[in-house]
């Protein structure tokens, strides 16, 4: 069965990196894109950025251009994303999750547990 | 970017209800629209894709439908179960964008 598993909680300060892994079992880890969403307290998820896990090309949202980083490990089967010059505004849920395609569309059925990093000085 | 708005926010209902949400996208989407499940504390569950489709194991109480810009989620018969939030999502181009979610709440 897919499974993804996220690295746990994290407290950083202000203009601190950090960076959160995801591991992934149950299918062949280059076949699949990883994306990473976020949700802030009370917020509506928001989603950042993915990887192709096979060639590893990446596309970021503009918003998180030049802040954000996604990288993967082939060999480990697990995908990173670091967020740098980190803000209160940052705090946050972090999800990993797979895209899966139908025909010209795409969808997030898989998700990793979530993780949750704290900005606070 | 394309903004999605569900509506209501938030909304009391009974078990057994029929519950109805929308979700509106600022342009055209055609069907690359997809409905989440959210409970507190867990991670979005993927109820529909495609605008209609059932994803395997969900119950068939749920289906969606619309295209284009208008977009429906509907919960025939709701359980106890199903008291969480609902977001829309599109994934017919970068950025995807989420809805801001709609709670459903018990009476």
């Known amino acids: 069965q897919v499974q993804l598993v996220q690295s746990g909680a994290e407290v950083k300060k202000p203009g601190a990196s950090v960076k959160v892994s995801c591991k992934a079992s149950g299918y062949t880890f280059t076949t699949y894109t990883m994306h990473w969403v976020r949700q802030a307290p009370g917020q509506r998820l928001e989603w950042m950025g993915w990887i192709n896990a096979g060639n590893g090309n990446t596309k970021y949202s503009q918003k998180f251009q030049g802040r954000v980083t996604i990288i993967r490990d082939s060999s480990a089967s697990t995908a990173y994303m670091e967020l740098s010059s980190l803000r209160s505004e940052d705090t946050a849920v972090y999800y990993c999750a797979r895209e899966t395609h139908y025909g010209s569309g795409s969808y997030l059925a898989y998700w990793g547990q979530g993780t949750l990093v704290t900005v606070s000085s | 970017d394309i903004q999605m708005t569900q509506s209501p926010s938030s909304l009391s209902a009974s078990v057994g209800d029929r519950v109805t949400i929308t979700c509106r996208a600022s342009?055209?989407?055609?069907?690359?629209l997809n409905w989440y499940q959210q409970k507190p504390g867990k991670a979005p569950k993927l109820l529909i894709y495609a605008a209609s489709s059932l994803q395997s194991g969900v119950p068939s109480r749920f289906s969606g439908s619309g295209s284009g810009t208008d977009f429906t989620l509907t919960i025939r018969s709701l359980q106890p179960e199903d008291f969480a939030t609902y977001y829309c999502?599109?994934?017919?181009?970068?950025?995807?964008?989420f809805g801001q979610g709609t709670k459903v709440e018990i009476k």
């Open positions: 999502q599109q994934s017919y181009s970068s950025p995807w964008t």
């Open positions: 342009q055209s989407i055609s069907s690359h």
